[in-house]
């Protein structure tokens, strides 16, 4: 448990490093998140947040991977757009799956929206596929930085063996910021004046860090495995 925990806080080490040598890299995640508060209404704004969210999350892993090399990190190549394009479809692929899935159990068991049984069947899903996804993240890695003897097949085996512990370091990951923007959430909806804008700003802030906080869950588990 002492392993985990150091692990853990060396992820967020990891990430606060990140962004105090390279604060472009969360700006540019934090700057859509915050207009996508301020307007709404624009309807290209969830698409350029999500293209910044995943240019931070691969800017991340490169940086690290690739000693701190900023140059080296946002050189674009062909193996790096194929590397994305086959990371997205997995990681896309096996969300839509597994939630078409739950919809089809949802279905069978003639669940009501709402009800305890539809919720279950909505989440249940995604989570499973969350703690599967786990056994993919050497490969991820090594499809977005240049490696090519991570395949699948060894990201799996590799992770297998540490499967819980990695999925816990990737859950110390996402859960803060998650629980944090909840609670971001109910605080604004009855909030207003100053102390809302600032609420806005504190939410647009743990929705730049996810991409980082991911990434450096992802490079975690590759340095286990790589170790």
Not at 20 to 25: D, E, G, I, Q, Y
Not at 207 to 216: D, G, K, N, Q, T
Request: glycine content about 8%.
């Amino acid at each position: 448990m002492a392993g985990l925990a150091d692990e853990i806080v060396d992820l967020y080490r990891r990430t606060f490093g990140l962004v105090r040598a390279v604060p472009l890299v969360a700006i540019i995640s934090f700057a859509p998140a915050m207009l996508q508060h301020v307007a709404p209404g624009l309807p290209a704004i969830g698409l350029i947040k999500t293209f910044a969210m995943l240019g931070a999350l691969i800017f991340a892993l490169r940086w690290w991977r690739f000693d701190r090399d900023a140059a080296k990190a946002v050189r674009p190549d062909a193996w790096l757009a194929r590397g994305v394009a086959i990371a997205l479809a997995a990681e896309l692929g096996g969300m839509i799956l597994f939630g078409l899935a739950g919809q089809l159990v949802a279905r069978a068991a003639n669940a009501e929206a709402g009800s305890i049984a539809w919720l279950i069947s909505a989440t249940v899903p995604i989570l499973l596929w969350a703690m599967l996804s786990v056994l993919l993240f050497p490969w991820f890695v090594a499809l977005l930085t240049d490696e090519t003897d991570m395949t699948i097949r060894r990201s799996i085996a590799a992770v297998y063996p540490i499967w819980g512990s990695a999925f816990a370091l990737y859950a110390a990951a996402i859960l803060p910021p998650m629980i944090l923007r909840g609670l971001l959430a109910m605080g604004a909806a009855v909030s207003g004046g100053p102390l809302l804008a600032l609420l806005i700003a504190a939410d647009a802030g743990a929705s730049a860090a996810m991409p980082l906080l991911v990434a450096a869950s992802y490079y975690s588990i590759h340095l286990r495995v790589r170790s």
